[in-house]
């Protein structure tokens, strides 16, 4: 990945830091104060819009690169929704760790952003390439 793009990226997570303060912003704000409500909700959406305007130029310096990041946030979002049913006791980030996989019985190692085990012993994971998957303890060493 290009160190243009990841700026590009930075930016896009610095604002949608910005964007969810404000959201928790805008709860606390009383019912009545519909003028401070008003003026929050165009500040989040100037910053989705600033978010795609960020996204479309990604996109035009390597289309390849933002299919692989849009490919990898839907299924951030897949994992997350599995995630709400399942209690882990292990989870490890490529983030937090810097080395992040699962190596399968026959020795097969799969790299990941994101894996997580259950106390029954399956595993979901967050691949590098996007894809959720879920396998069975049995299958992992």
């Known amino acids: 990945m ?25 709860v606390s704000v009383p019912a009545d104060d519909k003028t401070e409500m008003e003026t929050i909700i165009s500040k989040i959406a100037d910053q989705k819009q600033q978010i795609n305007e960020l996204r479309q130029q990604i996109k035009k310096i390597d289309e390849d690169e933002y299919n692989k990041i849009i490919a990898i946030e839907r299924a951030a979002d897949v994992f997350r929704q599995i995630s709400k049913d399942k209690k882990f006791v292990e989870v490890n980030t490529l983030n937090e760790s810097g080395v992040c996989f699962i190596t399968f019985n026959d020795g097969t190692r799969l ?14 994971v967050l691949t590098l390439e996007g894809e959720t998957k879920e396998y069975p303890g049995g299958f992992i060493q």
Do not use: P, R, Y
């Open 2 to 26: 290009s160190a243009k793009i990841k700026g590009i990226l930075q930016k896009i997570n610095f604002i949608e830091t910005d964007m969810e303060l404000h959201k928790q912003i805008l």
């Open 111 to 124: 790299d990941c952003l994101v894996t997580a085990k259950e106390k029954n012993g399956n595993w979901t």
